[in-house]
């Protein structure tokens, strides 16, 4: 099984781990309510170093992806962090993703853990036939830089002043000002002496809380890890980081995406641009379904696959369910059909053998 460089941390820390895509990783530590009330009301710390990087590079680089993403990201500010899906031709989902530019036809793909070499088959596949159909573009070549990364995700109201506190104590005091001058969705490159990866800290998250992803050295996560620890971060698991994302109306790949599932079907649509030719776009032709968000005061909590009822017909099926720490109620995501009726305010979640009664609201269930 694979090991994060900060595993032994987490063992330190008597975290409860478990095997997720391959990796030994943290799934809570003190418990999920505690970690996921730490990241909305204060900060949390979360090892992320199991998600994938892959670098693609070359003269034809921009105009390959600007066709196999869902949205271009050619002729965007350099320090913009994308996020983009990538698809099949039937517009099924291979993958969600986030799109750095490192440097003149040079981007990094940060890309799903249990994805990421599905991921590099697939552009290793795609190239060929994106070439053939384009003779007079530039080359472009692909490589796995997994390896030369980890990642640590601070997240919540407090992770900016807790960023600007330890990055003097590593040695990065000349980085505060422009980190926190930092926009959503922005990015600062910083290079390492002596490493081949560079730091990168974006203003990004999962958890639908202000805070930044630092990517960086294997070597050097330990360090960061405890300064952010000692100045106040609060250890979080997978199990918090999966509440917080449903919380936010944030889809997850296998769940609310996938191959059967496109982006148009998941409420994706802000993430596609229909407005140049792209791999994917018969997603169109394919889309029949919609997510709705669903919210209990039940004492149930309906699951991934769960049946929903409406009328007593059924009418889909939970694609993620938990129970909210923050809201203190089930919630979920379910998947019916596009024709479903805008106006209906309540269904039930088959649980067990009883029907629990949801009400449909919008997403997000936690709004900030």
């Known amino acids: 099984m694979n090991k994060t460089p900060l595993n032994d941390k987490h063992r330190e820390l008597n ?4 095997d997720y895509a391959g990796w030994d990783m943290p799934v809570q530590y003190e418990g999920i309510p505690a970690e996921v009330n730490a990241v ?14 892959l670098r693609l ?3 034809g ?3 390959f992806l600007d066709w196999a993403l869902t949205r271009p990201i050619s002729n965007r500010r350099e320090d913009s962090t994308s996020y983009a899906i990538l698809c099949y031709e039937d517009g099924g989902v291979v993958d969600d993703l986030l799109v750095y530019q490192l440097g003149e036809n040079d981007y990094f793909l940060v890309v799903n853990a249990a994805n990421k070499d599905k991921d590099f088959a697939y552009f290793k596949e795609i190239i060929p036939q994106w070439k053939a159909a384009n003779p007079e573009a530039g080359e472009v070549e692909i490589t796995d830089e997994s390896a030369l990364y980890a990642q640590v995700a601070v997240q919540g109201p407090e992770a900016m002043a807790l960023v600007e506190k330890t990055l003097p104590e590593l040695g990065y005091a000349e980085l505060v ?5 930092l926009r959503p969705f922005r990015r600062l490159l910083h290079d390492v002496p002596g490493e081949e990866a560079k730091l990168i800290i974006s203003r990004t998250g999962y958890t639908g809380e202000d805070g930044v992803e630092i990517y960086l050295p294997p070597c050097l996560a330990p360090k960061f890890w405890d300064a952010l620890v000692k100045n106040g971060a609060i250890p979080a698991g997978l199990g918090a980081r999966d509440a917080l994302r449903l919380e936010a109306g944030m889809p997850l790949y296998g769940h609310e995406m996938s191959q059967e599932i496109n982006p148009l079907d998941a409420n994706m649509g802000f993430a596609v ?3 140049r030719p792209f791999l994917g776009e018969k997603m169109r032709e394919n889309h029949k379904r919609k997510l709705i968000a669903l919210i209990s005061e039940g004492r149930g909590i309906g699951r991934e696959g769960y049946e929903v009822y409406h009328n007593d017909e059924k009418v889909g099926f939970l694609t993620s369910g938990s129970f909210s720490p923050t809201l203190e109620k089930g919630i979920a995501f379910a998947m019916v059909d596009l024709d479903f009726p805008e106006d209906v305010k309540e269904v039930e979640v088959q649980i067990r053998k009883k029907r629990q009664a949801y009400e449909v ?3 997000p269930f936690v709004k900030k």
């Open 15 to 18: 975290a409860k781990m478990v």
């Open 40 to 53: 909305r009301n204060h900060v949390g710390i979360f090892d992320v170093s199991h998600m994938g990087e």
């Open 57 to 59: 590079r070359g003269p």
């Open 61 to 63: 680089v921009e105009a």
């Open 177 to 181: 000002e422009a980190v926190l001058a």
């Open 273 to 275: 641009k229909f407005d």
């Open 361 to 363: 609201v919008q997403a």
